[in-house]
């Protein structure tokens, strides 16, 4: 994954004032845990789900920065934190060009980011196969299925997840079905009062706040 980070926070270890990733020291305790309809969702040939999370322990990797959980509890662990990656805006594409009705041309976006990940090696050595969904016929609304599977699996734990369900317009589906009080309301923040104040009335707070 490193070969690919656009954009992240450089955290360093040892530093004085620390710049540790500070998140690390709550791997353990529950907190970061992952459900199991997602682990559940990876294909069993899929080598992402082993570089995400080691299951048995409930370590996630992509947050401790490595695949044998060096860093869980460490307050100054070195693991930086990625917010923009390339895989990511590749499926930026596919889904404005399945949104804009280029199924095709989106799915084989898609595609190649699961090809790459079927080049990867599992942590044994081992290489496995995955679907391939350019050239099935699938219609625009498979596709896009397709597109909010291909986004959970391949950026679990980079904090996408809220902000993809929300803007697809599935948050309130999704989450309460996993028992989380998700409202209508919260598909968008409220407006700061101040904000409200200075408009002389001209702007009115979001519903629910």
């Given at each position: 994954?490193?070969?690919?980070?656009?954009?992240?926070?450089?955290?360093?270890?040892?530093?004085?004032?620390?710049?540790?990733?500070?998140?690390?020291?709550l791997?353990?305790w529950?907190?970061?845990?992952?459900?199991?309809?997602?682990?559940?969702a990876?294909?069993?040939?899929?080598?992402?789900?082993?570089?995400t999370?080691?299951?048995?322990?409930?370590?996630?990797?992509?947050?401790?920065?490595?695949?044998?959980?060096?860093?869980?509890?460490?307050?100054?662990?070195p693991g930086?934190?990625?917010?923009i990656?390339y895989?990511?805006?590749?499926?930026?594409?596919?889904e404005?060009?399945?949104?804009?009705?280029?199924?095709?041309?989106?799915?084989?976006?898609?595609?190649?980011?699961?090809?790459?990940?079927?080049?990867?090696?599992?942590?044994?050595?081992?290489?496995?196969?995955?679907?391939?969904?350019?050239?099935?016929?699938l219609s625009?609304?498979?596709?896009?299925?397709?597109?909010?599977?291909?986004?959970?699996?391949?950026?679990?734990?980079?904090?996408?997840?809220?902000?993809?369900?929300?803007?697809?317009?599935?948050?309130?589906?999704?989450?309460?079905?996993?028992?989380?009080?998700?409202?209508?309301?919260?598909?968008?923040?409220?407006?700061?009062?101040?904000?409200?104040?200075?408009?002389?009335?001209?702007?009115?707070?979001?519903?629910?706040?």
């Amino acid at each position: 994954m490193e070969d690919e980070v656009i954009f992240a926070y450089d955290h360093r270890a040892e530093l004085n004032p620390s710049k540790g990733n500070g998140l690390a020291a709550l791997m353990g305790w529950g907190f970061v845990a992952p459900t199991e309809n997602f682990v559940n969702a990876f294909e069993d040939d899929d080598p992402r789900l082993e570089y995400t999370i080691e299951t048995e322990t409930q370590s996630p990797h992509k947050l401790l920065g490595s695949t044998d959980s060096q860093y869980k509890g460490n307050d100054d662990s070195p693991g930086n934190k990625v917010y923009i990656r390339y895989a990511d805006v590749l499926l930026w594409k596919a889904e404005a060009l399945i949104e804009t009705g280029q199924v095709e041309a989106g799915l084989e976006i898609v595609d190649q980011i699961r090809m790459r990940a079927e080049n990867t090696p599992s942590l044994d050595g081992s290489n496995g196969e995955l679907e391939m969904y350019s050239g099935s016929g699938l219609s625009q609304e498979q596709a896009l299925e397709v597109l909010y599977k291909e986004r959970r699996l391949e950026l679990g734990f980079e904090s996408h997840r809220i902000n993809d369900l929300k803007r697809w317009g599935i948050a309130d589906e999704v989450l309460t079905e996993m028992g989380k009080n998700f409202q209508e309301y919260n598909y968008l923040y409220p407006i700061p009062q101040g904000e409200i104040d200075r408009s002389g009335g001209q702007i009115e707070q979001n519903p629910g706040y």
